[in-house]
């Protein structure tokens, strides 16, 4: 009996194994032919979102709503303003949302989709630019377009052929396409995405310096000539574990870290100066570096603390603990 069950799941196991392998080439096998259909109407619709005055609007009905609220997610998040409107929302009221500066891009695999009615006519009545997404380019949806980025049909990896599974793919990756385009063509910087994503992991990730350094009063300086009171007197109440030298100029030129004094504590030290027992021309890093940037000099160098310097000045020191706790790893 048992040898049975073991049997009948490793069927069950093959079977669906094979399914899987199906259903992936399915769809890779639909994005190939997506990637080899792309034609000028990529940058004619490129050159349209890119200088649109308003918005980038999208819509579609059912699965190629879903996929389309992705694509508006990610257009927004890259520099792009854009929103997703239901179509039947728009057919009660929402088509108020859409201005004349915007460009629209509806998408419907067959092309077909009833809801979309409104929408299409909405925009021909205001000479809104209308890019549509579909696999029909002689459907209602392909004629309606100003420009048609047209999806391979290649049928559906469900075994029905029914459920949208491979023309939602494309779908998907077209949008990445437009996606990737635009920020190419903007010139989008890290610092960019980093502005419209200060939260979580990936907000920690893309911090800069700058966003996480100590400066002005918090920052412990000295001149190089201080004695190793005053030395351990704004090491104590910056509470940071080292204190930064500067000479005449303003200029850093040495540092003491709380493990230096332990190092050399001797019953002389309140008779030395700082510039006898500082660290000279210490380790320091650019504001504008990411903190993930920082954190591996940290690491690599075995320290604790970098301070900040802009020409040679210091402007801030960056501890440690300040990248742990802003979640930089």
Do not use: W
Request: hydrophobic share 40%; glycine share 8%.
């Amino acid at each position: 009996m048992q040898t049975f069950i073991e049997n009948s799941n490793l069927v069950q196991e093959n079977l669906d194994k094979n399914c899987a392998i199906r259903t992936v080439n399915n769809e890779i096998d639909t994005i190939i032919k997506l990637r080899d259909s792309i034609d000028s109407n990529l940058t004619k619709a490129l050159d349209l979102m890119q200088h649109v005055k308003g918005r980038i609007i999208i819509t579609g009905m059912g699965k190629s709503g879903h996929i389309g609220k992705k694509i508006a997610a990610s257009l927004a998040s890259t520099g792009t303003p854009s929103f997703f409107v239901h179509p039947a929302e728009a057919s009660h009221g929402d088509l108020g949302m859409i201005t004349e500066e915007d460009v629209v891009i509806a998408i419907s695999n067959s092309g077909e989709s009833r809801e979309l009615v409104d929408i299409l006519n909405y925009c021909k009545r205001f000479g809104i630019k209308l890019i549509s997404i579909t696999k029909n380019v002689e459907s209602s949806l392909g004629k309606a377009g100003d420009i048609v980025l047209c999806l391979p049909n290649n049928g559906e990896a469900c075994p029905l052929g029914l459920a949208p599974t491979n023309s939602t793919t494309a779908t998907l990756v077209l949008g990445d396409i437009l996606t990737a385009g635009l920020i190419e063509r903007k010139g989008f910087t890290k610092s960019d995405f980093n502005e419209r994503h200060p939260g979580g992991k990936l907000g920690s990730i893309l911090k800069r310096v700058a966003d996480l350094m100590h400066s002005g009063i918090e920052m412990p300086i000295l001149d190089k000539n201080s004695n190793m009171q005053q030395v351990l007197i704004e090491m104590t109440s910056k509470r940071l574990g080292c204190v930064g030298f500067v000479n005449e100029d303003g200029e850093l030129v040495g540092m003491l870290t709380d493990g230096d004094l332990r190092r050399c504590l001797t019953p002389e030290i309140l008779n030395k100066k700082a510039s006898d027992l500082m660290t000279k021309n210490p380790k320091t890093t650019s504001k504008n570096i990411m903190a993930s940037e920082a954190m591996k000099i940290m690491h690599d160098k075995k320290i604790t603390n970098m301070f900040v310097v802009e020409d040679k000045k210091p402007i801030g020191v960056i501890h440690i603990h300040d990248l742990l706790n802003s979640g930089v790893m």
